[in-house]
Every structure is written in C-alpha cells, then in structure tokens.
C-alpha cells in the first residue's frame, strides 16, 4: 500500500457530497465526516453540494489538486462521476469508471464473480410489473434495485407476505423497469474492506430491529451492533477476507472497497458463505463499516482519508 505523499497544507482537496440520488442524505453525511477528518489531518478541503447543472463549472473554475468523491448512489457511484473527473483531468479517489459501472449493476458484477469461482446467490432479473404480479422463484426470496446501493428499495419476500411486492410498483423511480429477484441467504450479515491490496477484517453484523441489514440499521445511530473481529472460525474468516480480495480485483477496484456476505450456518449443515455485492463507495459516516474496520487496523479517520487522497490518481 505504498503510496505517494502529497503535502496537505499545499494540497486541495474537493469533497464531492449530496448528488441527486436516492442516497443524498448519506452521501451528505459522509461527505461531512470525511471532510471533518480532512481538515484535522492538515488538507484545505473544501466541501462541494454537487447540483447536476453546476459540477462540471465548479469543478472546473476550482481546479483542485484532488476530487475525494463522497457521492453514493446513481450518477455518483457508477462510473458517470469518474468519467467527469478523467474528462476534465483531476485525480480522484475510488474506483474507475469501469470497475464502478460494473460494481454498481449487480447482477453484471456476479458475471465476473462467478468467473473468479466467488459464490454467489442464484437471481434473475424479471420486468417490474411481473415481480409485483407473481412469484419470480419460490419464496423465500429478495427483491432489489439493478443499481442501487445503502439497501435503498430492497424487499424480502417471505411466506408470511401473502404475495410478491405489489409495492415495488409504487417505487419505480428506484427500479426502473426491471428488478433483481434473488434466493434469499439466511444466516449472518459479514462485512469485509479492501485498503489498496490488502483485506482487513471482518465484521459480524447484527441488526437490533430488523432482522437484516436494511437502511435504518445501518445509518440509525444504534441501529445495528458490530461485532469486531467477527467470531468465526478461522478458515471461514480467512475465506471472506479472501473472497473481499478477490472480488476488488475481480471488477478491477482502486482505493477502498467493502463486501458484503451472508453466511449461513446453521447447525446440522455445511456452512454456506455468499458474497452479496461490493460496494465501491462505501459509507464514510460515524456508523459506517470501513473507518471501524481500518481503525482495528491501526489507520484513524485522519490516517485513512490521508491515505486515499494519497491514492487518488488518473486513469483508475
């Protein structure tokens, strides 16, 4: 993870936040906190409420040393902004355009997960109106976004439901016309963060009110109760920290990443670890994952914003 180090105190660094996806107010809050540490770590970061009609000009006119992309979500996370920074010439922290495009469209990223032998959940993508109208594969099953991050539109469909999600009629601004329908994993929510090349450590996840990882747990302060280094055993732990290298390569990350994973085991049953999907913008708020897995691994705040801007280049 050896990396070039630019001088804070002649280095500016824009933090891009907010956008106009449906994961604005956590990209608002991880643009906060990244810029908080920013500052503490001596950078002349300047904090940027991204308008669609108004990036490119500020961006432009500002001309700063380093884009440090805090946006989540469409437009912010799929490769649309890399390719903004790559137009106009100004290196920026996370991945590419490719590896983000790819990342964000789940079910094109298992392609190249199943083809790195990482086990995935079997899915099928099915028109919005057929999901809502009848069962896509025998419950239990998950319903989600093609492209959408934070759990944001995700629906378990259970036998206790009485039905598919006719809901997810009403959502079609955050499904567009066709949805991801994927068996369902039970078990426990493990998470893993990939710091360059290196894989840190996993996190058992607990969610106190819903059962699973959805929205409020993971942004809700108490929302959710990590347990770090999670207790698994050893050649499982190493398998999904392997699995996390794996997958950042696989779709061709840069900087930092996170993975999700169920992992159902059950008593009785051979253990089943299922990589869900990487995450090449992960959360930077006071609740999220990857400060607390790079603090266990000795890198504060500071340290690791430090480091991504020091990562932040062209060409990604």
Same mark, same amino acid.
């Given at each position: ?110 392609? /190249? ?118 207790? /698994? ?8 920290? /392997? ?49 607390? /897995? ?23």
């Amino acid at each position: 993870m050896n990396t070039p180090r630019r001088n804070p105190e002649q280095t500016t660094v824009a933090v891009l936040m907010g956008g106009w996806s449906a994961e604005r107010k956590v990209s608002l809050a991880s643009g906060e906190a990244c810029y908080g540490a920013l500052r503490r770590a001596g950078f002349n970061a300047i904090m940027v409420d991204v308008k669609r009609e108004t990036i490119h000009g500020v961006l432009t006119e500002m001309r700063p040393d380093v884009v440090f992309n805090a946006l989540h979500g469409k437009w912010g996370e799929d490769g649309c902004a890399a390719a903004l920074f790559e137009t106009i010439g100004i290196p920026y922290t996370h991945s590419g355009v490719r590896a983000s495009a790819v990342a964000m469209h789940k079910e094109m990223s298992k392609v /190249l997960f199943k083809a790195a032998g990482i086990p995935v959940a079997e899915s099928k993508l099915v028109d919005l109106e057929a999901a809502a109208e009848d069962h896509a594969m025998p419950v239990p099953y998950v319903v989600k976004p093609v492209a959408e991050g934070s759990s944001v539109g995700v629906h378990i469909v259970t036998e206790a439901k009485n039905g598919p999600p006719k809901i997810i009629l009403e959502q079609r601004d955050i499904f567009g016309d066709r949805v991801m329908v994927e068996r369902f994993i039970p078990g426990r929510e493990l998470t893993c963060a990939v710091m360059g090349d290196v894989a840190l450590g996993v996190i058992d996840i607990v969610s106190k009110a819903s059962g699973w990882y959805d929205y409020q747990s993971k942004y809700a302060p108490g929302g959710s109760q990590h347990i770090l280094p999670a207790d /698994l055993p050893v050649e499982i732990y190493r398998k999904v920290q /392997l699995h996390a290298l794996q997958a950042h390569q696989a779709l061709g990350c840069k900087g930092v990443s996170r993975s999700d994973f169920r992992l159902d085991d059950a008593p009785g049953k051979e253990p089943e670890l299922i990589l869900l999907e990487t995450n090449t913008q992960p959360g930077m708020t006071g609740t999220s994952l990857v400060p607390e /897995l790079a603090a266990h691994a000795g890198h504060s705040f500071e340290e690791l914003v430090t480091w991504m801007v020091n990562d932040a280049t062209l060409d990604r």
